[in-house]
Each structure stands twice: as structure tokens, then as C-alpha cells.
């Protein structure tokens, strides 16, 4: 386009004027805001698109108070689900000109200070943060006080009102009981998952509840452990040492429960025919598993997305306070958990 092109001098006044809008809903759609309802998107988009607008991010970008650095800080970037948990923050981030910065604090309290640290030094306009096991609940009391925009993902500190996104663990462990005794199973272990855990801890109350709601024992088997594979495998041997050892299981999250099925399996045991077993979180290798896992589908990028934001929209608008988003789980049922028991058809009959 030659430099003395009309278009270049096309200003956010004249596409408001255009579409029939304020000039700060053009700069909200500009920057990639989800406040922005659809219909009034496209009718500004429709705008530049017929004035041949051209978006100058770099200058917008000097203009901003604050930098176009981003950090999202992981405490396992091994674990698939928090891989693509990360995908779905960049993602969000890039689409509205940040440019994100990645850390890994592999559950290390002492890590994660340091990289807190870098950030904030490197000027940082916000933080997605999934806390390492261990962090303390006033760790991020100085990057609250600083104004520094936080939006905790998956891990909630105790006592603090940061915002926090993750999945119902509540309603998904209620869910996968509700599954298991429907099959006809009556003894049921949760497996997996830190004792410590926050997570846990929510995942576990759900479980409970719905043994409740089905007469059954709210203080069934549990057995805490690393939310791997090797801890899934831990795990079963000590809820099947128990006298009276469960049938099923609802594991912490999808790693736990490939080790599940991996241990029953050295056992002679078939998953989903000898003992059924549901995961948590619905990781792309669950449906390509043998057998294809039944777990709690979480929408695990949209939530990456909906955490990036949250910060994105507290960066914009200088308030360091949000809402929390919980988001929506089903159950996805494959092959691990099986068909029902012989004695619930016999009933059935």
C-alpha cells in the first residue's frame, strides 16, 4: 500500500462513528476483549475491515502503562494435563499481542519464588500461576499488595481471595460414583493424589457425598499418593490389601488411574472386566489407552483460555480482583469401567 495511502490515516473514531459504537468498544474489540458481546464484534470488525484499518500493535504497545510480558508459572509441565493447560493460556495471550513466559517450577516452592522473582524484575504485566505443592497461603500476598494481576489455575490457596480457575472437582468425583453404582459396585476407593492437596481434598468431599447420597459408606477406601502413574500403582496394592478390598475406583486424575490399570494388570487382572476404574481430567492419551479410560472430561484449554483472560481483562482495566471460574465437567464413558456387575443383571433379570 503506497505510504500516502487515505487508509493509513483511518482513525478509531471514524470505525466508531461506522459501526455505531463508543471508541473505547473499538479498542476493547482492538485488544482482543471477551467483553465485547459477538453481534457488536463483528459489526466493529465489519468496520475496519471496509475502511482497511491496520492495527499497529507495536505502537499500541508503547502507549500501554505497563509492559506486554506475560508469565504463566506450572508446577509440572510433565503432567499432559498441565501441558496443555499452558497451550490454552499462550494461546489467549498471543491472540491479544502478550507475549508469554513459561516456567516450570516442578512442585518446588523454592523454584517458584525464584521465578516470581525474574518476572517481576523482567516487568511482568501479570501472572498465571499453578502453585507448587507446598506453597505457602501468603506467598503471593506481595504480588496482591504490589497490584500485580494474579489468577491462580487449578490449586486454590487457603484464606486468600486470589482468583482461581479450575474444574467442579466436587460435582466430577460425585459424578464417577454415581457411574460406579449404577454398575452395581458397593465397594468403591478413591486412589491417588497428595494427602496435602487442596484438589484432593475437594475431589475427595465430592466422592464421600455421593457414597452418602447412595447408602453406602462415606469413609470407603482411600489411599493418598503421587499423582503418577507408579502412585496409581501404589495406591491399588494398599486399597486391595484391605479386608475387604474395593471393586472399582475413582482415581485423582488420569495419571493415577493408568497406573491403576497397569497394577491390575500384573495381577492378572483385566481393567473394566475384573475391577472398573475412572480417571479425572480426560488427557488426549485417555481415549487411546487400552482400555479407552473412563474419566471426568474437563475442558482443560478452555480453562488455560478463560485463566489468560481473566488477567488480560484485570490488565486492562487496572482492578486487581475477579471472579472465579469453575468450569463445567462430564463424565466420558469408555471401556475401564466396565459393564454391569453379573449379580445388578441378575436383579435386572
Known sequence: MPADDPRDRVTIVEIAAAAGVSK??????????????????DRVNAAIHDLGYVYNRGAANLRR??????????????NPFC??????????????GYVPFIANTAESPVRQAEVIKLMREQGVAGLIISAARGTPDDA?????AAGVPVVLAMRRLKGRRIPMVGPDNRLGTRLAVERL????????????????????????????????????????????GAPTRDGGAQALE?????????????????LVAFGVCLGLRRRGVEPGRGFAVIGFDDVQEAVHADPPLT???VDVMGLGE???????????????????????????VRESCGSPLPELTERRA
Do not use: W
Not at 482492538?30 to 457488536?40: D, I
Not at 502503562?65 to 510433565?78: E, K, P, R, T
Not at 478463560?306 to 466420558?332: F, P
Open 24 to 41: 473505547s468498544t473499538v479498542s476493547l474489540v482492538l485488544k482482543g476483549s471477551e467483553s465485547v458481546r459477538p453481534s457488536t464484534r
Open 65 to 78: 502503562a505497563h509492559s506486554n510480558m506475560v508469565g504463566m508459572i506450572i508446577h509440572n509441565l510433565i
Open 83 to 96: 501441558a496443555e493447560l499452558a497451550v490454552g493460556i499462550e494461546r489467549s495471550f498471543q491472540a491479544a
Open 140 to 144: 503471593f500476598d506481595g504480588l496482591v
Open 181 to 224: 453404582v449404577e454398575l452395581g459396585h458397593r465397594r468403591i476407593a478413591f486412589l491417588g493424589g497428595y494427602a496435602d492437596s487442596v484438589v484432593r481434598a475437594e475431589r475427595l468431599e465430592g466422592f464421600r457425598a455421593a457414597l452418602a447420597d447412595a447408602g453406602l459408606d462415606p469413609a470407603a477406601v482411600t489411599a493418598a
Open 238 to 254: 494398599t486399597a486391595l490389601a484391605q479386608r475387604q478390598p474395593p471393586t472399582a475406583a475413582v482415581c485423582f486424575n488420569d
Open 295 to 297: 474419566t471426568i472430561a
Open 306 to 332: 478463560r485463566a489468560a483472560q481473566s488477567v488480560l481483562r484485570m490488565i486492562e482495566t487496572g482492578r486487581n480482583t475477579t471472579e472465579d471460574h469453575i468450569g463445567a465437567v462430564h463424565l466420558a
